[in-house]
């Protein structure tokens, strides 16, 4: 009693320790959006996760915490619930208590699943419903109930596409395991498999009802199929060279291997042979499982690709326990050691896995925010400045005057519904550009563009007339003239002045000043990832461009504050600041006629 005891407390332990780790605040990439999405009942970037949304509506009502704080623990419960899970599963197989127990450890701490238990994601939803899909696929290769699984199968589609591969596995799973007993079955089980779907209905009905953000509008037949596909994302899938695939393909197996601390990867395949001499038709559906999640994971270029490997990863973690079950009998008295594994995964992914103290994305944004002059307009093309802005000025309320777009997400038009919510006088003043623009952007979203230079014409006298129509707001860009072929041509001869985070679009050449000494800075307690270190490094660019600006204009001692300010923050010893500039470059001066951006 005492030992079955213990090996549950796997599940409270590991709840806590995500706690413990949890993101303090919103993060990078899509928790911004997230968690403003659950609390407004937004809808969600493709292909719209309906069910999250409505489960992280629930879970940002509860009154603890900021909004995403609450949000990030639902995501904290869902893994918790996906590892509990998993521990079922493999006491199901037939695998003792020290064997279930060990595998649901590693994979509660192994760093694609802590990753997602810790901050807004969609992900710690997709393991509870992957391992509770396969939990209804090994009863039913049994004689379990077949109508149950069917329903899971649809409703699992409903969170994240990237479980098409685990529902795939379980059909075929049950294909072999009923063959021809299955054909009467199928009417029913096709019935409730839609009814699992039908959360999908939020999106219309939502869309219907207007929204603050709704993004891809899904109001039609159409627009709801551009969204629950992945219409805008597909450029990016399957489309790579050999070469990009083969280094996805290697990315990808060392993060599985890492998952099983790499000594126990032969344990992996010695439980997939153990388990097709068992149980061949789940050995088959696993097996096909993981590897279409894998081929769907590395031909997918995008760089937060490590939460697609879970429906692989929950695979392959199957076939492990049931290897794993052949070691321990080995051990006799010794088989309790084997708990090391998952301690060891504890301790070598803390660092990985653990957001605790991370403020990164919100330091971030508010420093952003604190770049801006009053009722000022922003626009930006990072994505990770967006996000949390988006979450603090729409659920937290912080400064409400600044204006903030996003200039990749005007290539959509759905996106103007939200403007025209959130700035109706940004849309009215210039309904003229807006129009000529979208008459193009129509043609764009239908395949049928007949001029691609005329689209971007249009794009970018657009995108100037939110800037020259509103001459009484100051106007800012997260990007220089150097920042792309937009960039290039909005406002030629209109100078961009570095000020904070942000580049003033000036009719002169004037530096404003600015306090840098307002700003917090904190470096995350563990070593920053690629995302993480791109924000960073913003800092420093930030810094250069305006102490290129002062010595243009012989401002020295602001150069010197400017060094020591940035020399007293943690970053600076990791990207410490090259040799001080002597002069030149920076602010281009006036070329042609200005518009009139300064009251």
């Not at 207007?210 to 450029?235: C, S």
């Amino acid at each position: 009693m005492i030992r079955r005891l213990l090996v549950w407390l796997v599940v409270p332990a590991t709840f806590v320790v995500y706690l413990i780790t949890l993101s303090p605040t919103v993060g990078l990439i899509d928790s911004g959006e997230l968690a403003a999405g659950c609390n407004l009942l937004n809808i969600l970037h493709p292909t719209g996760y309906p069910l999250y949304t409505m489960l992280g509506r629930l879970a940002s009502l509860v009154p603890v915490g900021m909004v995403v704080n609450r949000v990030a623990a639902s995501s904290a419960l869902f893994a918790a619930a996906g590892v509990g899970l998993f521990l079922l599963l493999g006491l199901r197989l037939g695998l003792s208590r020290t064997t279930a127990g060990t595998g649901a450890l590693l994979l509660g701490f192994s760093f694609p699943v802590w990753a997602v238990a810790v901050d807004v994601e969609v992900y710690s939803l997709t393991l509870v419903l992957v391992v509770l899909l396969w939990l209804a696929a090994e009863s039913a290769e049994r004689g379990g109930p077949l109508l149950i699984l069917a329903y899971l199968a649809g409703l699992t589609l409903t969170n994240h596409m990237s479980a098409a591969s685990t529902v795939l596995g379980v059909a075929l799973t049950v294909i072999l395991a009923y063959r021809r007993g299955l054909v009467r079955r199928v009417p029913v089980m096709a019935l409730l498999f839609l009814l699992g779907v039908s959360p999908y209905i939020f999106l219309v009905l939502r869309a219907r009802a207007g929204p603050l953000f709704a993004w891809g509008d899904p109001y039609n037949i159409e627009r709801f199929y551009w969204h629950v596909t992945g219409k805008q994302y597909q450029v990016w899938m399957f489309s790579q060279s050999s070469d990009e695939v083969m280094r996805n393909a290697g990315r990808g197996a060392v993060l599985l291997a890492r998952s099983f601390l790499y000594v126990l990867v032969p344990v992996v395949f010695y439980g997939a042979v153990r388990l097709f001499r068992t149980r061949r038709s789940l050995a088959i559906g696993l097996t096909v499982s993981a590897v279409a999640a894998f081929a769907y994971a590395v031909n997918y270029s995008i760089p937060d690709i490590e939460s697609y490997y879970l429906p692989c990863l929950v695979a392959l973690a199957v076939f492990g326990v049931v290897g794993l079950e052949q070691l321990v009998r080995r051990m006799g008295k010794w088989r309790h050691a084997v708990w090391v594994a998952g301690l060891a995964a504890l301790v070598l992914n803390f660092g990985a896995g653990s957001k605790r103290g991370d403020y990164v994305a919100y330091d971030h944004a508010i420093n952003t925010l604190a770049s801006a002059g009053q009722n000022a307009t922003i626009i930006t093309d990072w994505w990770d400045v967006y996000s949390p802005v988006f979450y603090l000025q729409h659920v937290e309320h912080v400064r409400p005057d600044v204006c903030v777009i996003d200039k990749e997400l005007l290539r959509r038009s759905w996106y103007f519904k939200y403007l025209a919510r959130a700035y109706p006088w940004l849309v009215e003043r210039s309904a003229t550009e807006i129009a000529q623009y979208r008459e193009y952007l129509d043609q764009f979203e239908h395949n049928r563009l007949r001029d691609a230079g005329e689209i971007q014409r249009r794009y970018v006298v657009m995108l100037a007339s939110f800037v020259t129509r509103n001459p009484e707001r100051p106007a800012y860009t997260t990007f220089d003239v150097d920042g792309g072929a937009d960039a290039k041509q909005l406002l030629p001869g209109v100078a961009r002045v570095p000020v904070g985070l942000l580049f003033q679009l000036r009719s002169d050449t004037l530096i404003p000043e600015f306090d840098y000494s307002r700003l917090t800075v904190r470096m995350p307690p563990r070593k920053p990832d690629m995302r993480t270190w791109a924000s960073l490094e913003r800092y420093r660019f930030f810094l250069m461009r305006r102490a290129q600006a002062l010595a243009a204009r012989g401002r020295s001692a602001e150069i010197e504050r400017l060094v020591s300010w940035y020399q007293s923050l943690p970053v600076s010893r990791l990207a410490p600041l090259p040799v001080r500039p002597k002069g030149g470059g920076g602010v281009p001066g006036p070329r042609g006629p200005v518009p009139s951006l300064n009251p």
